[in-house]
């Protein structure tokens, strides 16, 4: 059987929004970003890096390649879009990728991420897009 390599390609990017969005806020007008659990320690500056950080070990940890997915030598990027909801709990979660069992593992993957505390612009807690890619690797 092919080994198998995973291969998390975490490239961070916010999806822009405008505020008459339904709500949604652009990440680079906020005045607090969303803070995942165990980044309150850090400086307000370095909380994105963190939130970043948390991330990728919490897709690493959960990754699990579907089984058929490899007996049948299905590969590629995922592209995940969700948002961090005013309660902090993700939303929305949204895939595109080769192949419906991908997405489903990278929904899951995502789904099971914790509370996170909401972004806020001028106090108020508001919505926050994010989206990543997944990538799955068969070598």
């Known amino acids: 059987m092919k080994s198998l390599l995973f ?3 975490f490239l961070f990017s916010f999806l822009s929004f405008s505020q008459d969005s ?10 607090k970003v969303p803070v995942y659990p165990g980044c309150f320690p850090e400086k307000e500056e370095n909380r994105k ?3 970043q950080e948390k991330i990728y070990r919490h897709v690493a940890r959960n990754f699990r390649y579907p089984e058929l997915a490899q007996k049948k030598g299905i590969q590629g990027k995922v592209f995940v879009s969700f ?5 902090g709990y ?3 979660i949204k895939t595109r990728g080769p192949d419906p069992m991908l997405e489903a593992e990278a ?4 789904s099971l991420i914790p509370r996170i505390t ?6 108020k807690v508001v919505e926050v897009p994010f989206s990543l890619p997944i990538i799955f690797k068969l070598q």
Do not use: H, T, Y
């Not at 339904?22 to 005045?31: K, M, R, S």
């Not at 948002?83 to 309660?87: A, D, H, K, R, S």
């Not at 929904?107 to 995502?110: E, F, L, Q, Y």
């Not at 909401?118 to 106090?123: K, N, W």
């Open 118 to 123: 909401p972004g806020r612009i001028d106090g």
């Open 107 to 110: 929904k899951r993957i995502i």
């Open 49 to 51: 890096m963190c939130f």
């Open 83 to 87: 948002i961090i909801g005013v309660g």
């Open 90 to 92: 993700v939303e929305q």
């Open 22 to 31: 339904a709500g949604v806020e652009d990440f680079q007008i906020l005045d």
């Open 7 to 9: 291969v998390f390609f």
